[in-house]
């Protein structure tokens, strides 16, 4: 009994993926061409309603990019050090009285 349960189950996986593929192989070209027809349409749907990226023009990619501004330190203010940052991986270098 246990043995006819456990081949029933394997039945139970195997018989929908085979009805799939034996419906594959039978669908006709118009039928297919309506589900692709259908797909198309969904993806279509699906991108519109997905959230655009901004257009970014050159002028704002300028803006984004360009690194920030610090004071020129002469060398009156002393010797060069290294700050180390994010966990020492990354320095800024400034000038300290010594």
Do not use: C, N, W
């Not at 118009?30 to 997905?50: C, F, K, P, T, V």
Request: no cysteine; charged share 25%.
């Amino acid at each position: 009994m246990r043995i006819f349960r456990q081949f029933l189950r394997s039945m139970f996986l195997v018989l929908p993926a085979l009805a799939a593929a034996l419906s594959s192989l039978l669908k006709s070209r118009a039928s297919l061409q309506l589900e692709d027809l259908a797909l198309r349409h969904q993806i279509g749907g699906l991108q519109r309603s997905a959230e655009k990226r901004p257009r970014l023009t050159a002028a704002d990619r300028m803006a984004k990019e360009s690194p920030e501004p610090r004071p020129v330190q002469p060398p009156e203010m002393g010797r060069i050090i290294a700050i180390p940052q994010v966990g020492s991986l990354h320095h800024r270098y400034e000038r300290r009285a010594a």
